[in-house]
């Protein structure tokens, strides 16, 4: 059967028709098709291993199953993960027994594989494994989380990227100029800064490039220079307000949390803001920014501005307070702060060190002297004897050791330890103070 029996339908969207068919027309993914790259080295032996291709939509995933089958003369089946379950597997591989009675191998493209759960994966495991199926599964979502062991283990997993603009106007020229399977008869004039609008507006997505194209088609005007024209003023219904979405729980939405998180810790307050915007414009959740800033704020800013977190609380009170348009602006003001703030770990290092120390020393007591004595018997036993007010010490301070507040028989360890930055400096400067106090309170006594 040939896989692009139907490429030159005109009746078939654009994005169809201009499906490559040779790897050479393949554009974009280099690092995969390239000379002497993994793709191009099974097309040249005619051999094909089972892969995932992990990618974005419109990166080229499918097309790469077709230009495989083909060019390995390999039978092509095709499933999704969506739709397929354990019988259809089972039906493609009664299909694919016929054809290695005939000598052919047979391709399994799985469209969405990340959506076959245990039972279809188990079934598909020991046929991939005999070599019966070679596998080419296509998916958005990390394989490394979606696919079971056994089977991401004979699979080559290959990351498929966006297309660049420079790709993706490659891609609308040559469908302007192909008169076969493309608008080439039309003869349309296109410059150079409609097809790069049209090339940002895709995001990276090949067949939303073209889909664009042909739509923005249906708008040209006569051609001084014979043919049609698209003009720039035809793209602004076209294109419209260009969302970014992306899916909610996909890998993209955590990559953008974790974009927005480091760029503050490295107080890049532009970048910060950028992948803010990237994250709502896309339909993230704003309180699911400030929620990261607020555990920013203590985990990178602590008390080098002890202002960070009271700050925080008041952009997400505000948000809630104000809505959403005027309420993200008041996220941008925090997550500005949090940036331009001085940084310290101080706070995180400190719960850690206290977590793992109480974990080592299950038997700790809290010592007599903090315990309260509500009753005649607690005060018998001591509960409360030789504690110090603190107001009515010198300085404020129960200076010496013998009032230290550390549980009796516990080695002692100092969890915080602060740096020199922002206001964590003097939070230092009064520590040293203290602890100098407490060793002339302990020469004295």
């Known amino acids: 059967m040939d896989l692009f029996a139907t490429a030159s339908d005109a009746a078939a969207p654009l994005a169809f028709r201009m499906r490559p068919r040779r790897l050479t027309d393949y554009v974009g993914q280099q690092a995969l098709v390239g000379p002497g790259k993994p793709l191009a080295r099974m097309v040249e032996t005619g051999k094909v291993r089972s892969m995932i291709l992990w990618g974005p939509p419109g990166s080229g995933k499918t097309t790469l199953a077709d230009i495989l089958a083909e060019e390995s003369d390999s039978h092509l089946e095709r499933l999704s993960a969506v739709m397929a379950g354990v019988k259809e597997i089972r039906a493609a591989v009664e299909r694919a027994r016929a054809m290695q009675a005939q000598g052919r191998a047979t391709l399994l493209f799985l469209d969405e594989i990340h959506r076959l759960n245990k039972s279809q994966q188990d079934a598909l495991l020991p046929h991939v494994e005999s070599g019966l199926l070679t596998l080419i599964g296509a998916t958005t979502e990390n394989p490394s989380f979606e696919v079971n062991s056994a089977l991401l283990s004979r699979a080559r997993v290959h990351v498929l990227k966006p297309l660049g603009e420079t790709e993706l106007v490659e891609v609308l020229r040559r469908a302007l100029a192909d008169g076969e399977r493309g608008l080439g008869e039309r003869q349309i004039h296109v410059d150079d800064e409609v097809l790069g609008l049209l090339a940002r507006a895709a995001a990276g997505d090949a067949r939303r490039a073209l889909g664009l194209l042909e739509t923005a088609c249906d708008f040209t005007e006569a051609s001084a220079e014979g043919g049609e024209a698209l003009r720039r003023k035809a793209l602004d219904d076209v294109l419209g307000h260009q969302a970014s979405a992306f899916d909610k729980q996909g890998d993209h939405y955590y990559d953008l949390l974790s974009a927005i998180h480091k760029s503050v810790r490295s107080s890049r307050p532009d970048a910060a803001l950028l992948y803010i915007a990237r994250f709502v414009q896309g339909g993230g959740d704003p309180l699911d920014i400030v929620r ?50 001085p940084k310290s770990n101080a706070i995180d290092q400190a719960w850690k060190r206290a977590k793992q120390f109480v974990a080592a020393q299950p038997s700790l007591e809290v010592p007599t002297y903090l315990r309260n004595a509500p009753t005649k018997l607690m005060e018998s036993l001591g509960h409360g004897d030789g504690y110090r007010y603190a107001h009515n010490e010198p300085n404020g301070y129960p200076a010496g050791s013998a009032h230290d507040c550390w549980p009796d028989d516990t080695p002692r360890e100092r969890f915080y330890r602060p740096t020199g930055y922002g206001q964590e400096k003097r939070y230092g400067e009064l520590m040293a103070w203290r602890d100098n106090l407490d060793a002339e309170a302990n020469d004295g006594a």
């Open 292 to 341: 990261r800033l607020a555990a920013i704020a203590s985990e990178d800013v602590g008390n080098a501005d002890p202002r960070a977190l009271p700050l925080t609380m008041s952009a997400w009170d505000a948000y809630l307070r104000l809505g959403d348009y005027e309420g993200q602006r008041a996220i941008a003001h925090a997550a500005i702060h949090l940036a331009v703030a």
